[in-house]
Antibody
Framework: QVRLQESGPGLVKPSQTLSLTCTVS??????????WTWVRQPAGKGLEWIGQFYTAGTTIYSSSLESRVTISVDTSKNQFFLKLSSVTAADAAIYYC??????????????WGQGTLVTVSS | DIQMTQSPSSLSASVGGTVTITCRAS??????LNWYQHKSGQGPKLLIYTSSNLQTGVPSRFSGSGSGTEFTLTISNLEPEDFATYYCQQSFSPPFTFGPGTKVDIK
């Protein structure tokens, strides 16, 4: 069974870079064609789509974050990554990684991690 | 960006009852609309993809319909585990925006 697990620092200082890792288990990232996606949820708010990396190398980002965000993949480690620069208090949230199949699911996110809480504070 | 709205923002329902949640898109998204169930402390769970397709393992009491700009999620015969927050998401055009959510709690 496919599992995704987020990891990374739970506390980031303002103006610094938030870096998170999503480790995929139960399947190789190269076994098929997928979109590797990050989503976040600020406290008390709804879900916000951050961006996705397609295994062929294409990335798409949220309009509001694209100047600060990078999503990358290391298939040799079965991991993908989120970097968000120049963070502010508004970036504090639970961050989720997720996977969408390229074919057959309409780009719906059918596997999710449990989420990791990131606090922004000095 | 495509804006998504949901109504109502919250509702109360009884076990065994039926609820309907509406999701609207700011422009036509064909049938590229997905529904997720989210409980605190867990990752969201995909229920319905491309408007009406039931994700594997999801009970048949969940159903979805719609196309273009208006969509509905219906939950029949509510079970205690169905009390959660439900989100729609468009996957027609990036960024793949979510609706603001509908919280379903026990009456």
């Amino acid at each position: 069974q496919v599992r995704l697990q987020e990891s990374g620092p739970g506390l980031v200082k303002p103006s610094q870079t938030l870096s998170l890792t999503c480790t995929v288990s139960g399947d190789s990232m190269t076994s098929g064609h997928y979109y590797w996606t990050w989503v976040r949820q600020p406290a008390g708010k709804g879900l916000e789509w951050i961006g996705q990396f397609y295994t062929a190398g294409t990335t798409i980002y949220s309009s509001s974050l694209e100047s600060r965000v990078t999503i990358s993949v290391d298939t040799s480690k079965n991991q993908f990554f989120l970097k968000l620069s120049s963070v502010t208090a508004a970036d504090a949230a639970i961050y989720y990684c997720a996977r969408a199949p390229l074919v057959g699911g309409g780009n719906s996110l059918n596997y999710w991690g449990q989420g990791t809480l990131v606090t922004v504070s000095s | 960006d495509i804006q998504m709205t949901q109504s109502p923002s919250s509702l109360s329902a009884s076990v065994g009852g039926t609820v309907t949640i509406t999701c609207r898109a700011s422009q036509s998204i064909s049938r590229y609309l997905n529904w997720y169930q989210h409980k605190s402390g867990q990752g969201p769970k995909l229920l319905i993809y491309t408007s009406s397709n039931l994700q594997t393992g999801v009970p048949s009491r969940f159903s979805g319909s719609g196309s273009g700009t208006e969509f509905t999620l219906t939950i029949s015969n509510l079970e205690p585990e169905d009390f959660a927050t439900y989100y729609c998401q468009q996957s027609f055009s990036p960024p793949f925006t979510f609706g603001p959510g509908t919280k379903v709690d026990i009456k």
